[in-house]
Nanobody
């Protein structure tokens, strides 16, 4: 059974930084695309970032490009999201997601294309 667990959310002042972690358990290999989405109250879930199965290429939404960095973690099947220069509009529940098929070269930006999801971690940017 595949499980996705996020951690690292919290309260931060505008301009501050946070690092989110995501660990996937229950599968043998780690050659899967992974992504971060977020959802603010009253809004649809939106794409934040994705990483190719190989870890060599990352993708970002225009709203976070240049401020957020997604990378593979040191442990198997983990990813990190380093968030800097945070703004109040970044406030949302952040979800980690992954797919069930390996070696996906162009990770989707659509939530419906992901098979496994974490429970989400709250990020609040406020003074």
């Amino acid at each position: 059974q595949v499980q996705v667990i996020e951690s690292g959310g919290g309260l931060v002042q505008p301009g501050g930084s946070l690092r989110l972690s995501c660990a996937v358990s229950g599968r043998t290999f780690s050659s899967y695309a992974m992504a971060w989405f977020r959802q603010a109250p009253g809004n649809e879930r939106e794409f934040v970032s994705a990483i190719k199965w190989s870890g060599t290429t990352t993708y970002y939404s225009d709203s976070v490009k240049g401020r957020f960095t997604m990378s593979r973690g040191g442990a198997k099947d983990t990813v990190l999201l380093q968030m800097t220069s945070l703004k109040p509009e970044d406030t949302a529940v952040y979800y980690c997601a992954t797919v069930s098929h390996r070696y996906q070269n162009n990770p989707s930006r659509k939530p419906e294309d992901y098979d496994y999801w974490g429970q989400g971690t709250q990020v609040t940017v406020s003074s």
